[in-house]
């Protein structure tokens, strides 16, 4: 992999003192999508219940959490001149919105489920949301680390290079 170049970073609109929010934010949805697969995994091993209704909740924890990021990264998007020309930027948000879309036919096709119902069309969508949240995970780590989008204005050298190092106190 070559070494982040940009001349300097763009900042955040949405940010507070300075730190860029939809960063803070991501890991919440991120985080209770895998929980979400673990449930449905603890499910299936142990047909209990209590599995299948966390796992319901949990998605609705990655929608609301989920529209959070995404409104903040919508305002990023718009906001920012150098991540509107950006195609990995548009993927980036156009396949978290897939991946919501996903979520939220799995919580509303998930039934108040009896012992041993099988869920096996929700295990599959919590599945494919999680492997597409890794690549525009992926996608979202480029946007910040290579092309310094979100990231502090001072950071960069102005000529291209490898972002400038600020020493550790």
Known sequence: MSSPRYPAGTGSVAAIAGHPMHPMVVPLP???LVLALAADIAYFVTENPFWAEGAKWLLLAVLVTGALAAILGIIDLVSLARARRMIIALAHGGGNAVMLAITLANYLTRPEQAAGE???????LTVLAVALSMVTGWLGGELSFRHGIGVSPGIGDGAGSEPARTPRS
């Open 30 to 32: 991120i985080g209770a």
């Open 118 to 124: 099988p869920m096996i069309g929700g295990f599959i």
